[in-house]
């Protein structure tokens, strides 16, 4: 008496080599946001960077900017994501990913600080009213006024877009959508030289001094290189608001 037969289901390859070319591209980024985010969370709980017995207390400064340059960053998060999901070029998707990692991560570490120093996450009474020269910094890192000072609080910050670009930018689509990023995304970092140039000289942790002079450097070389990004594309750089 010979054993029943199997009955097996063959494998639909054309199915299976389908669903391997599907891009996945929104799952990456909230799979890299998600981890981000969960650093900055555990980031809180680690000790901070700063020995109190070698380093003065936070100033108005290391304050200001970690609450500013937290927000100025928020939105350039929000910009890489919308690209690095709905472009289809790589060089711009590469940029975007680069550029949502580093500053999610920065982020994270300002957040930190913050509320280990007992300090809101976010000034309400406005932006960048800690580039005085009244800011009460002990001046650790030399008394250059090459940086401008502001007269108070401002409404809003140099470089951000407005809630009618981010609308347009998350219509946009291929070419479209690749320039508006680098354009938007340009005269956001541009904007946020100011800043960051003014900590990394009258901040008085070296936390706050050295973040805010790697940040500068590190936008500086993608400005450059978005500024040849938009050359590359017949297109020209937004002036600064």
Do not use: C
Not at 147 to 165: D, F, H, R, W
Not at 214 to 239: I, V
């Amino acid at each position: 008496m010979s054993a029943p037969e199997e009955n097996t289901v063959e494998p639909d390859d054309t199915a299976s080599e389908s669903s391997a070319r599907r891009p996945a591209g929104a799952v990456l980024v909230l799979g890299a946001i998600g981890l981000l985010l969960l650093g900055a969370v555990a980031g809180v709980l680690l000790r901070m960077p700063l020995e109190k017995n070698a380093e003065p207390e936070p100033s108005a400064v290391d304050i200001g900017f970690s609450q500013d340059m937290s927000a100025h960053h928020a939105q350039a998060v929000d910009m890489a994501g919308v690209a690095l999901i709905a472009s289809t070029d790589n060089d711009v998707r590469r940029l975007a990913y680069d550029i949502l990692t580093t500053q999610q991560n920065q982020i994270g570490r300002m957040q930190a600080w913050l509320q280990l120093w007992g300090e809101s996450n976010q000034n309400v009474d406005g932006y960048m009213g800690w580039m005085t020269d009244d800011h009460g910094s002990t001046g650790h890192h030399g008394g250059s006024t090459a940086e401008p000072a502001m007269p108070g609080p401002m409404q809003s910050m140099p470089g951000m877009a407005s809630q009618e670009e981010m609308t347009a930018l998350r219509r946009s689509t291929g070419p479209a959508l690749d320039t508006m990023f680098l354009q938007l995304m340009l005269r956001h970092h541009q904007g946020g030289v100011p800043m960051l140039d003014y900590a990394a000289e009258h901040a008085d942790t070296t936390a706050v001094r050295t973040l805010a002079a790697t940040m500068s450097k590190t936008q500086e070389g993608e400005s450059q290189l978005m500024t040849t990004m938009l050359a590359a594309r017949n297109a020209t750089p937004l002036p600064l608001s």
